[in-house]
C-alpha cells in the first residue's frame, strides 16, 4: 500500500517536473549557458501544439520568450503619476484613478506598446511600465488629461447622415478617408452603418457669444446608472452644469432624433461589444437627462468615463526612470548565469557532504527550480533583478529544509535507530523548525509585498512576491520530494550501504555507543554556575 | 561538545567590538548615504565617443546652471552624474508638441561640446544609457514607511514567535530574544553601509531596504530553527537544566546552521562574482547580514534567553550599581 503511494507520488512528481522543464526550455538556450558548455545553436523548445485551436492555457505560453521581463532587464520606461488636486479639491481621487488608469491604457494600447502595465498605487497614484519606449514618448502617452467630447453625426443639407464609403472614417481632423461622403437619411441607419457615420464635435453658441464645442467640461462627474422605474432596464442619468445646459439644449434642438456619440481623447467610447455607444437623442434635454438602451455593462463603463472625462484630474509625474535595452539584456544573461553556477556549486557541496540523501535532494532542487520557473512563466510574474536574487535566495531555504532534515536524520542514526526509522523520525522532527521558519519569512514577504505596494517600488514587491512563491514551493520540494524519493530508495540495495548514508560509518557508530538514546542525560558539569 | 553557554559574555563582547565602529560611523553624520530615492533628484548616464575629461564635463553642467551636479566616473569615457530634480522632464502640455525639456537642453548641449554619446554596446546614439528622476516628496514616503516595514516585520515577528512557542514557559521571551538578534543583525548591516558610504561611496536605495528587510527575515529564520530545538529538548529531556538544554540544542543545530549559512553564502559569492553590477550593493548586504544572522542566532539569541533565566542582569546591576544592592535577595550569589 505504502510502496503504491510513493511509486504514485514519484510519478507525479516526474509529470510535474517534465511539464515544467516544457514550460521553461527557452528557445535559445545557448544564450543563457556559460560559454564553456557548448549547446547547438538554435536547439530550443518550440511549442508545436499552440498551432491547434483552442487552450487557453497553452495559448500562454505561445511566446517562447514569454518569461516576463521587468523594466531593469529589458529596458523602457516607469512613471508614477500622482493625481492633483490641488486645482479641484472635492475630486474623488479613486474614481477619478480608476478611470484615468483605462483611458491611459488605451492611448498606450493605440499606441502599439506590447505588456504595458498600469497599477494602482497606494491612495491617489498610478505606476505606469511601458517597456521599449523613451520618456518623452511616455510622458506625452501619459502626461495629458483626458478631454471628453460629445459629438454628432455629420450632415448634409438636406439632413441626412453623411457616411464614409469604400474608405475609412477618420475623426480627428472628422472626415473620409480614400472613401466618398454619402448621404443616408437617419431612419434607415444600421448598427452596422454606425461604424461609418462621420463624426463631428457638438458645437453650441455660449452665454458670451461664443462657438463652443460641447466637452466634458460642461457635465457634471456625478452621472449614474439606475434601473428604469416602469420597465427595469438601465438608465445612464446625467446632469450639466449651468454653463453647459443652454449649450446642450441647443445641440439636442438641433440634432433630436438623431444619435449622439461620447469622444475621449479623440476616439469614440465603445461597448463591450466594441460598437460604438451612440443614443438617438429621444427629446431635448438641457440640465438634465438620461441615455436609455444601453446593455448594463456599457452604462457602467460610460458612466465611468463620463465621469472621468469630465472630471480631468491632472496627473504629475513625481517619479520616472528609464533603463536602456541593452544593459537590461546583459544583465539577464549575467544574472542567469551567475544563477546556475550557484546551482550546481550548491549541489555539489551537498552531494560531498551528505553523499546519497545529497544526491537526492540536488535531484528535488532540480524539482523545485524547474516548478518555480514554470510557476513564474504561466502565472506570469514580472521577473526582475530583485525578483532573480528572491528566486536564488528560495534555493538557499530550500536546501535549508534538506539540511535540516538530513541533520536530523544523521543523529538518529548515531543514536543506533534503522534507516527506515531515521528518515522518518528526521521528516518529522523537522517539520516544526522548517514549517515556522518558514512562516516568519512568509511575514516578513508579506510586510516587503505591503511596503513595495505602499510607495511604489515595484522591485521590492516582485522580490517579496517571487520569494514567497520560492518558500511555498520549497516547502512542497523538501517535504514530498525528497521524502518520496528516500522512502522509494529504501527498498533498494543502495540502502543497504550505510555508507552511502553517512560520511563515517566507524565515527557514526562510536558515537552512538557513547549516547544513549534516551537523549541528553545530566551528566555535564557545565551548566552549573562556577 | 562545545560549551557555548559559559563564554556568553565574551561573545556579547565580539559582537559589541564588531558592532560599535559602525554606531560610531551612523552617528558621525552623514550616517547612511542616501540615494536619489530618497533625497529626490536626477540621475542619468551618460557616455561620450570621444576621451572627456570629468573636469570637463562638470564645467559644462556648471555652465548650464547645474553647479550642484556629482560626477562620477564609472568606466571608459562614461559617466554616472546626479542633479537636482531636472523640472520639466516629463510634462507635456494639453496641446501641442512638448517644448524641449531640460534633459532634451542638457543633452543637446553636451554633445555639441563633447561629440557624440554612445549607448550601452558602443553604437552612437544621442540619448543617455539611462536617465531616473526622483520627486522630493516621495523620498520623504519612502523613508517613512521603511521605517514602518521595520517595525512592523518586528512586531509581526514577536507575535508570531511568542504564538509558536506559546507550549513553553515565557514564550514572550522567545520573541523578544529573536527580534534583539534580529535588531543587532539590522544594526551591524546599516553599520557596515554607513562606513561603505564614507569610505567607497555607496549609497543606499530601496534594494538596500529591500535586503535589510530579508536579512531580518533570515536572521529569524536561523533562530527559530535552534529555538525550535530547545523547545523540543525541553520537553523531552524532564528536568534538565535550562542552560545545559540551550547548549545541547546548539550543539546540535550547529552542523546545519553552518551548512545552510555556508550554502546561502556560496550562492551569493557565485551571484556577486558574476552577476551584473546592479544589484552588487544588495547582494552585499545579503551577504553580511546573513553571516551575521547565523552568528546571531547562536551567539546572541540563544544566548539572551539563558542571560535571562540565569538572572545575570540583575547580578550585574547588583556589582556595578551598589544602589541597587540593597533588596539583596537570597538567590544564586557566585
Known amino acids: 500500500m505504502r510502496g503504491w503511494f510513493n511509486r504514485t507520488l514519484l510519478g507525479f512528481i516526474v509529470i510535474l517536473t517534465v511539464l515544467s522543464v516544457v514550460t521553461v526550455w527557452p528557445s535559445e538556450p545557448n544564450r543563457y549557458l556559460p560559454s564553456f558548455i557548448p549547446w547547438p545553436e538554435g536547439k530550443g523548445i518550440k511549442f508545436p501544439w499552440v498551432r491547434f485551436e483552442g487552450g487557453a492555457i497553452l495559448g500562454q505560453m505561445r511566446n517562447p520568450r514569454a518569461m516576463r521581463l521587468g523594466l531593469d532587464l529589458r529596458g523602457g520606461t516607469r512613471l508614477v503619476l500622482e493625481a492633483d488636486t490641488s486645482q479641484a479639491p472635492d475630486v474623488d481621487v479613486d474614481k477619478a484613478l480608476e478611470a484615468a488608469s483605462r483611458i491611459i491604457e488605451r492611448r498606450v494600447n493605440a499606441f502599439g506598446v506590447a505588456e504595458s502595465e498600469i497599477q494602482r498605487q497606494g491612495s491617489d497614484r498610478l505606476a505606469v511600465q511601458l517597456p521599449g519606449i523613451d520618456p518623452d514618448e511616455a510622458a506625452k502617452l501619459v502626461g495629458r488629461t483626458a478631454v471628453l467630447e460629445f459629438r454628432e453625426p455629420k450632415r448634409d443639407d438636406s439632413g441626412n447622415i453623411l457616411t464614409c464609403e469604400g474608405g475609412t472614417v477618420t475623426y480627428n481632423p472628422p472626415g473620409c478617408e480614400g472613401g466618398q461622403e454619402v448621404g443616408v437619411p437617419a431612419q434607415s441607419i444600421t448598427a452596422q452603418a454606425e461604424e461609418s457615420i462621420i463624426w463631428v464635435p457638438a458645437q453650441a453658441v455660449g452665454s458670451d457669444g461664443l462657438q463652443k464645442d460641447l466637452t466634458g467640461r460642461f457635465l457634471k462627474p456625478n452621472t449614474f446608472v439606475s434601473g428604469h422605474p416602469t420597465t427595469g432596464l438601465p438608465i445612464l442619468n446625467f446632469e450639466m452644469t449651468s454653463e453647459g445646459a443652454p449649450l446642450l439644449e441647443q445641440v439636442t434642438t438641433r440634432i433630436e432624433s438623431l444619435p449622439m456619440a461620447f469622444f475621449l481623447d479623440g476616439e469614440p467610447i465603445r461597448g463591450k461589444d466594441n460598437t460604438i455607444i451612440a443614443p438617438i437623442v429621444r427629446a431635448v434635454i438641457s440640465d438634465k437627462g438620461i441615455i436609455e438602451g444601453l446593455p448594463v455593462d456599457d452604462a457602467r463603463l460610460l458612466s465611468i468615463q463620463l465621469n472621468a472625462g469630465a472630471l480631468p484630474v491632472p496627473l504629475k509625474v513625481i517619479q520616472q526612470e528609464e533603463v536602456d535595452a541593452t544593459l537590461g539584456e546583459d544583465s539577464v544573461q549575467k544574472s542567469v548565469i551567475a544563477g546556475e553556477m550557484a546551482l550546481l556549486i550548491v549541489m555539489a557541496f551537498m552531494t560531498l557532504y551528505y553523499r546519497l540523501p545529497g544526491v537526492l535532494a540536488s535531484m528535488a532542487l532540480f524539482v523545485y527550480t524547474s516548478i518555480v520557473l514554470a510557476i513564474f512563466k504561466v502565472w506570469p510574474v514580472t521577473l526582475t533583478l530583485a525578483g532573480i536574487a528572491a528566486f536564488v535566495l528560495s534555493v538557499g531555504m530550500a536546501v535549508d529544509a534538506n539540511i535540516l532534515i538530513f541533520e536530523r536524520m544523521k543523529e538518529e542514526l548515531r543514536l543506533g535507530r534503522s534507516l527506515v526509522a531515521s528518515i522518518e523520525a528526521g521528516f518529522s522532527r523537522a517539520w516544526s523548525s522548517i514549517r515556522d521558519s518558514n512562516v516568519s519569512t512568509l511575514i516578513t514577504c508579506a510586510i516587503l509585498y505591503w511596503f513595495g505596494d505602499q510607495f511604489g517600488a515595484s522591485l521590492v514587491k516582485g522580490f517579496a512576491f517571487t520569494l514567497a512563491i520560492g518558500v511555498l514551493v520549497s516547502m512542497f520540494s523538501a517535504i514530498m520530494v525528497t521524502r518520496t524519493f528516500l522512502r522509494l530508495t529504501i527498498g533498494t540495495p543502495l540502502a543497504r550501504r550505510l555508507g552511502w548514508w553517512v560520511v563515517d560509518l566507524a565515527e557514526v557508530r562510536g558515537v552512538a555507543a557513547v549516547t544513549p538514546a534516551t537523549g541528553m542525560p545530566p551528566q555535564s558539569t557545565s551548566g552549573g554556575e562556577e | ?125 544621442n540619448r543617455f544609457i539611462d536617465f531616473y528622476i526622483v520627486s522630493g516628496t516621495v523620498s520623504e514616503e519612502i523613508g517613512r514607511n521603511a521605517g514602518f516595514a521595520v517595525i512592523a516585520a518586528s512586531v509581526a515577528i514577536l507575535l508570531y514567535i511568542s504564538w509558536a512557542f506559546r507550549a513553553v514557559p515565557k514564550p514572550f521571551l522567545y520573541g523578544t530574544a529573536a527580534v534583539l538578534a534580529l535588531l543587532h543583525d539590522a544594526v551591524l548591516v546599516l553599520g557596515a553601509f554607513s562606513i561603505f558610504g564614507k569610505v567607497f561611496d555607496i549609497e543606499i536605495n530601496t534594494m538596500f531596504l529591500t535586503g535589510l528587510l530579508t536579512v531580518m527575515g533570515f536572521s529569524v529564520h536561523d533562530t527559530i530553527v535552534v529555538f525550535d530545538r530547545i523547545r523540543e529538548n525541553l520537553r523531552r529531556i524532564e528536568g534538565i537544566d535550562f542552560a545545559e538544554c540551550v547548549n545541547v540544542s546548539l550543539n546540535q543545530t550547529l552542523a546545519r546552521s553552518v551548512n545552510t549559512s555556508f550554502t546561502v553564502v556560496l550562492v551569493l559569492v557565485a551571484m556577486l562574482l558574476m552577476g551584473g553590477v546592479t544589484i552588487r550593493d544588495f547582494l552585499l548586504v545579503l551577504l553580511i547580514g546573513i553571516i551575521s544572522g547565523t552568528y546571531s542566532s547562536i551567539f546572541v539569541a540563544s544566548q539572551l534567553l539563558v542571560t535571562w533565566e540565569e538572572g545575570d542582569m540583575q547580578r550585574f546591576f547588583r556589582r556595578f550599581l551598589p544602589w541597587r544592592r540593597r533588596p539583596a535577595p537570597v538567590e544564586t550569589e557566585g
Open chain 2, 1 to 125: 561538545m562545545f560549551d557555548f553557554v559559559r563564554r556568553r559574555n565574551w561573545f556579547y563582547l565580539l559582537s559589541l567590538l564588531v558592532l560599535v565602529p559602525g554606531i560610531i560611523s551612523l552617528i558621525i553624520p552623514p550616517s547612511l548615504k542616501p540615494g536619489i530615492e530618497f533625497t529626490g533628484g536626477t540621475t542619468f548616464t551618460v557616455r561620450f565617443a570621444q576621451s572627456v575629461h570629468q573636469d570637463a564635463l562638470r564645467t559644462a553642467l556648471s555652465d548650464l546652471g547645474h553647479s550642484e551636479a556629482i560626477v562620477q566616473r564609472t568606466g571608459e569615457n562614461k559617466f554616472l552624474v546626479r542633479t537636482r530634480e531636472l523640472e520639466g522632464a516629463a510634462a507635456a502640455p494639453e496641446v501641442g508638441p512638448a517644448p524641449p525639456s531640460e534633459r532634451d537642453t542638457i543633452e543637446a548641449d553636451l554633445q555639441q561640446r563633447f561629440g557624440d554619446f554612445l549607448d550601452n554596446e558602443g553604437k552612437v546614439s
